[in-house]
């Protein structure tokens, strides 16, 4: 890890389920830190627990063994501090672009309607989508849907970003704009990412580091930094060397 503070601390995490009446491990005794304003992907094996491991980091679910911590403070429930963003859409269909976005200010300390509305269409606009304001769901694209949830997450300023496969239901034209609008809006705004991918090339396209996972019950197998500025070619030697490492970890 670099020399900035530590955001997210994970400490010898361990997860067991109940099946049939007998116990399936897994996550195994996992520990690694992610620093703050750090941008780290997680890849594995489809079903050895990367999502199991990231709603327990993210505070929806508590480990058998181990603990995290954000700040220094043990994670127990989701906090205001960090928003996920998953492949399930979270649009509400009867509400607006506008009116979605203002949803997650409705605690906000901007009190005022008008506020909360100039602030909605600025995050509106950052991700393409000046003059949709008053469309509703049903009326945009797949693409133009997971823009309005980029818009929505943004939108409350979260400190952290847990990303659960965001852009796998996108084709790969949208998936790599997505990824092209993530990485512009992070380099405008400071924010600590823990991205779960199936997909080694959007982990390297990235990611500052990338770390992989054994299968069920999971470990850390393997950790990649990623010392490649941004933009990324990924048909680049570099990228190229890199993805080949990780597959070969992931046994392909």
Request: proline share 6%.
């Amino acid at each position: 890890m670099s020399g900035k503070p530590r955001k997210i601390v994970v400490d010898r995490v361990s997860k067991r389920f109940v099946s049939n009446g007998a116990e399936l491990p897994v996550i195994d005794d996992v520990s690694f830190d992610v620093a703050d304003g750090e941008f780290v992907a997680i890849v594995g094996p489809s079903g050895c627990g990367k999502s199991t491991l990231m709603n327990i980091i993210a505070g929806f679910e508590r480990p058998d063994r181990g603990s995290v911590e954000v700040d220094g403070v043990e994670h127990r429930a989701p906090s205001p501090k960090g928003i996920v963003i998953s492949q399930h859409g979270s649009v509400f269909p009867w509400l607006t672009v506008q009116q979605n976005l203002m949803f997650g200010l409705t605690n906000d300390r901007h009190a005022d309607r008008g506020d909360k509305a100039a602030l909605a269409d600025h995050y509106a606009a950052m991700v393409g989508l000046k003059g949709f304001e008053a469309a509703y769901p049903h009326e945009l694209s797949g693409g133009m849907l997971k823009r309005v949830e980029l818009a929505r997450a943004f939108v409350v300023k979260p400190e952290i970003l847990y990303m659960d496969e965001p852009f796998s239901a996108l084709d790969a034209l949208m998936n790599l704009r997505m990824r092209n609008e993530l990485l512009r809006i992070l380099a405008e705004e400071r924010h600590t990412v823990l991205l779960i991918t199936h997909d080694v090339e959007e982990a390297v396209y990235m990611a500052d580091r990338i770390m992989v996972l054994s299968p069920r019950p999971t470990r850390i197998q393997a950790t990649f930094r990623v010392d490649m500025p941004h933009p990324r070619r990924l048909a680049s030697p570099e990228s190229q060397a890199l993805r080949e490492a990780i597959l070969k970890e992931l046994g392909l």
